[in-house]
């Protein structure tokens, strides 16, 4: 009960602490920690998503960066018809309309990949999602129209009109930064209901004890083609996040390492713990932040580091934090 | 009237025929025990019973209708639900959960996102009734992993029960336990009779008599004698053949 409160104590410090620094380090001119935090939060609903799979439902998706990728996509490829003409049924800067674009490829694409990924089980699970990604990838690099392995620039963010008159102006960083954040805290609430509803149950067991699930009489399949399904369409709103964020997209968000960098995030956090993968993510950005400015070799270190918090920090940074409480780590 | 029937079921592994054309019937409201050297083939029977393993030849009926094709799940959910010989449970849940999600399993599907699953009533009062059967309620609260191997037996029949099966397969649920944890859990299995039907595959002999009202031998993969306890108990090649032995 008392790690509990503790818990939940820290994750209100976390997300506090979110809120105010970058507004606080803006106000003192740095105004680039805005930038930062705003990539975390990202990346933070990414590996989120993640977790819902692997945390959760034990399944290690290893192709998740392409859902980021589809969902900016369907930012970038409106927004280049709108600029240059052509497709006119797909261009424009509606926001709505990115975000349909996200979420309907996305669910798509997990849909499809997904009931032929979780007939495997295991290494094959790992190797076929990740197969599946690299699909996406060299897709996109194929497509020389939106720049092949360059990329495209997107001009403009979103707009996301709220009423007919009002206008969601993320164009201005500290907006955008907050309707990162208030996407996030969404996130983070409808993926602790899950977990703790039916639904989340059933993964839950399934991960534990398959062959106990059917004996049951619970075929498991269709829970986990629909998680995937959810996961999916939650990195693609991230993706579509993201390519506001950088103004623009390419292949490179959905190389292979990208979605291993998810993975990490999550282990790095933590699995048990819903706030992990946020832990997660915002250690890993901030030491990718500090570490490249120390020395251009830095993931070496970064990688020695990760060794470490898998080797001996079994349950990651919240593992630790609460084993210390409760006094089971030597003194 | 028979409830399980098999006809000629048939398993192969290679050159080792595991089942040999075993054709079983299972009487509504009775407890029939299996027994059988080890390696007779036992587990293998209740696994394609089950729906774990397809059998290679003969058919499965439930209440008369054929049940070969179907899955291990729908299976469970048409009636016939089984046990493990080495228990099975989730670890990570505590007990009461280990049988909430059981009776969750049963009651329709669980396509529901928002509601606490954790704290749904309905389950966890139905979960408590069990446990009180099997005598774990004071264990409810205790992660499933910490419990004691006997009490895991134990909990392993509360989570068959919660399907509210009408043919409860019992692979050896005497196994590894105390002799007071058996004459409990033969009173129990006793009571349950009026209920649902029981196929029992037990080494414990004492066991067997005491509940078995048919018997069945199986001896490599095949069934040698069938019929009313009493009297498969005198068939002079199921004594030379297994009773004498000593097991």
Redesign the interface.
Same mark, same amino acid.
Not at chain 1, 196 to 202: I, K, L, Y
């Given at each position: 009960m008392r790690s509990q409160i503790f818990h939940k104590f820290g994750a209100a410090l976390l997300l506090l602490t979110l809120l105010i620094v970058p507004f606080v380090m803006s106000y003192f001119g740095k105004t680039f920690w805005l930038d930062i935090f705003t990539r975390l939060i990202i990346l933070s609903i990414a590996a989120s998503s993640l977790s819902l799979l692997l945390s959760v439902a034990g399944l290690a998706s290893f192709g998740h960066a392409a859902y980021i990728g589809l969902g900016a996509y369907a930012v970038g490829i409106p927004v280049y018809f709108e600029t240059y003409g052509g497709n006119d049924f797909l261009a424009g800067y509606n926001g709505w309309w990115h975000l349909l674009l996200a979420v309907s490829v996305c669910a798509l694409f997990a849909l499809v990949t997904g009931a032929i990924s979780l007939r495997t089980r295991g290494v094959h699970f790992i190797m076929i999602t990740m197969a599946f990604s690299q699909m996406i990838f060299y897709l996109l690099v194929s497509l020389e129209e939106f720049g092949g392995d360059d990329g495209l620039s997107v001009d403009l963010r979103s707009e996301f009109a709220l009423l007919d008159t009002v206008v969601l102006d993320i164009e201005e960083p500290w907006i955008f930064y907050l309707l990162c954040y208030v996407l996030l805290l969404l996130v983070l609430f409808v993926i602790s =209901?899950?977990t $703790?509803? $039916? @639904? &989340?149950?059933?993964l /839950?067991?399934a991960r534990? /004890?398959e062959? =106990?699930? =059917?004996?049951? &009489?619970? /075929?498991p399949y269709g829970?986990r083609l @629909?998680a995937f399904v959810l996961a999916g369409v939650i990195a693609g709103l991230s993706g579509v996040l993201y390519a506001n964020y950088a103004y623009f997209v390419s292949p490179g968000m959905v190389e292979w390492t990208r979605s291993g960098e998810l993975m990490f995030m999550i282990i790095l956090g933590g699995v048990t713990s819903l706030f992990g993968p946020l832990i997660g993510a915002t250690c890993f950005v901030l030491l990718e932040y500090f570490l490249s400015r120390w020395t251009i070799f830095w993931h070496l270190p970064f990688g020695l580091l990760l060794l470490g918090v898998v080797l001996f920090g079994r349950g990651g940074i919240v593992g630790l934090l609460t084993r210390r409480r409760r006094g089971e780590l030597e003194p | 009237m028979s409830v399980l029937q098999t006809n000629n079921l048939t398993k192969r592994f290679g050159g080792v025929v595991a089942t040999d054309a075993v054709s079983l019937s299972l009487e509504q409201g009775k407890v029939h025990a299996l027994i059988g050297p080890n390696g007779a083939g036992k587990t293998t029977f209740i696994a394609q019973l089950a729906g774990q393993l397809m059998p290679d030849a003969g058919q499965i009926l439930l209440n008369a209708k054929d049940i070969t094709k179907l899955s291990e799940p729908e299976r469970v959910r048409a009636g016939l639900t089984r046990t493990f010989q080495i228990s099975s449970l989730f670890s990570d849940f505590s007990v009461l959960e280990n049988v909430a999600f059981s009776v969750q399993a049963r009651t329709g599907h669980s396509y529901r996102f928002w509601s606490k699953v954790a704290s749904n009533a309905r389950l966890n009062a139905t979960a408590a009734d069990l446990l009180e059967l099997l005598g774990l309620s004071e264990k409810s609260q205790e992660k499933a992993a910490a419990l004691s191997h006997g009490e895991q037996r134990q909990l392993e029949i509360a989570m068959a029960l919660a399907t509210e099966p009408k043919v409860l397969m019992l692979d050896e649920p005497m196994a590894g336990m105390g002799s007071e944890e058996t004459q409990r859990l033969i009173e129990l299995l006793g009571k349950l009779k009026s209920e649902t039907t029981l196929l029992l595959v037990e080494h414990d002999m004492d066991a067997v008599f005491a509940l078995a009202d048919d018997l069945s031998v199986l001896v490599n993969g095949a069934l040698i004698a069938s019929g009313p306890a009493a009297e498969v108990r005198t068939h002079p090649e199921v004594i030379s053949a297994y009773l004498d032995s000593g097991t």
């Open positions: =209901r899950i $703790h509803s $039916h @639904f &989340g149950r059933v /839950n067991a534990q /004890n062959q =106990r699930v =059917r004996a049951l &009489g619970v /075929n829970y @629909f | -």
